[in-house]
């Protein structure tokens, strides 16, 4: 299980900051605890990490024009994919509050919002890494190690990427 504190405690280690880190009144500590919710909602909101995507058959609402138009998830960050009933690509788009299709009976593979404790521990390095990154970016201090840690943030991206690539094509094959 994934922790704010942790994930903070790391960012902070990778940019050279060895001072109590976990203390309310160090400014780049509460700089990092601001931050962080942007770093979780950037990373879930992304296609490319899927710990938080979940497929789910959409209701139909309308037609019109020979246009389906569907409910779209409330809790729903981005689109995947989008399916048939015969697990084919479907396309689709997003107009307003609807999920519009050419396609009967829609399918689509979206991100939802997750709270940091619930994504596997594998995802440490990314969460600590992209925080690191945005720290360095507003203490000019940091500047210096931007490139390292945007080359160990890669790394930790391809990483993530081989662990999920089975579960994703179960998504594909469901």
């Known amino acids: 299980m994934l922790r704010k504190g942790q994930i903070v405690a790391n960012a902070l280690l990778l940019l050279g900051e060895v001072r109590n880190y976990n203390n309310n009144n160090y400014q780049i500590y509460q700089v990092a605890m601001d931050i962080i919710e942007t770093i979780v909602n950037e990373i879930g909101s992304s296609p490319?990490?899927?710990a938080n995507a979940i497929k789910s058959e959409l209701t139909l609402v309308k037609k019109e024009n020979n246009k389906f138009?569907?409910?779209?998830?409330?809790?729903?960050?981005?689109?995947?994919?989008?399916y048939t009933k015969y697990n084919e690509l479907a396309p689709y788009e997003i107009e307003g509050e609807y999920i519009t299709s050419n396609i009967e009976d829609l399918t689509i593979l979206y991100c939802r919002p997750l709270p940091i404790e619930e994504?596997?521990?594998y995802y440490s390095d990314?969460?600590?890494?992209?925080?690191?990154?945005?720290?360095?970016?507003?203490?000019?201090?940091?500047?210096?190690?931007?490139?390292?840690?945007?080359?160990?943030?890669?790394?930790?991206?391809?990483?993530i990427?081989?662990?999920?690539?089975?579960?994703?094509?179960?998504y594909l094959n469901e």
């Open 48 to 50: 490319v990490y899927r």
């Open 161 to 170: 990427n081989r662990i999920e690539a089975p579960r994703w094509r179960n």
């Open 69 to 82: 138009y569907y409910n779209k998830p409330s809790e729903m960050f981005s689109i995947v994919r989008g």
């Open 119 to 121: 994504y596997p521990g």
């Open 126 to 159: 990314i969460f600590s890494y992209s925080l690191a990154e945005k720290l360095a970016e507003a203490f000019s201090q940091y500047n210096k190690k931007l490139d390292y840690i945007a080359s160990k943030k890669k790394q930790a991206e391809y990483k």
